[in-house]
């Protein structure tokens, strides 16, 4: 089974800080995405990254930057946290399969509160 | 620009009746439509994903329709028991653009034993 792991389940920081969100797969999957989910919202898509260095902006990068050294890592940043960065954070992979079809596996999520 | 919509928002319904989730969407171009299941404070869990040359896919007791068409989708649970309660999300994946999915705000649905 794909295993996505979110190295936090709930984190608590402080405005301003700059935050780090860390997510691993076991699956050697190439694609690995960030999104935040928000009550009324739905999940809306940060960024995402198709290979190690390679990403792409979501529908709300603002205020987000990420990292990818490594294949199996998708590092999410806050800059400066605000606290209208206040929500559950998922992260994502899937595996390449250029427009044909393949499911995406999502870890257990951070619930992250900014103060 | 694509929107998708989940009516309703909350369900509950006796348990061992069947039951179908909606999932509409305002663009046919699509690649497939995904099915989840959350639970409350987890992640999602993949249920079924339909491509978009297909009609339905079946896993146990849940059936997924596809209608591009009409742009629907139903999630047919049967037999349904106290342990399906959860979040139903529906997501398509978008052919414009690379791998951008457009998720609706789902369906929350009890299970009352």
């Known amino acids: 089974d794909v295993k996505v792991t979110q190295s936090s389940r709930y984190l608590v920081k402080r405005t301003g800080e700059k935050v780090f969100l860390e997510c691993v797969q076991d699956m050697d999957h190439e694609n690995m995405f960030w999104y935040r989910q928000d009550p009324g919202l739905g999940l809306r898509l940060i960024y995402f990254s198709y290979d190690v260095k390679m990403k792409e902006k979501g529908d709300i990068p603002e205020g987000y930057s990420v990292s990818r050294e490594k294949k199996e890592r998708f590092s999410l940043i806050l800059e400066s946290a605000s606290t209208n960065q206040t929500s559950m954070y998922l992260c994502?992979?899937?595996?390449?399969?250029?427009?044909?079809?393949?499911?995406?596996?999502f870890g257990d999520g951070t619930r992250l509160s900014i103060l | 620009k694509q929107e998708v919509t989940q009516i309703p928002a909350a369900l509950s319904v006796p348990e061992g009746e069947n039951l179908v989730l909606n999932c509409s969407f305002t663009?046919?171009?699509?690649?497939?439509l995904q099915w989840f299941r959350q639970d409350p404070g987890k992640g999602l869990t993949s249920l079924l994903l339909i491509q978009s040359s297909q009609r339905e896919q079946t896993s146990g007791r849940l059936n997924a329709s596809l209608d591009k068409s009409s742009g629907r989708s139903t999630l047919y649970i049967a037999a349904s028991q106290p342990g399906d309660s959860a979040t139903y999300l529906c997501a398509v994946r978008v052919t414009s653009g690379t791998y951008k999915y457009i998720f609706g705000t789902g369906t929350r649905l009890k299970v009352l034993a």
């Open positions: 994502a992979s899937s595996l390449f399969a250029g427009k044909s079809n393949q499911p995406q596996h």
């Open positions: 663009d046919s171009a699509i690649y497939n």
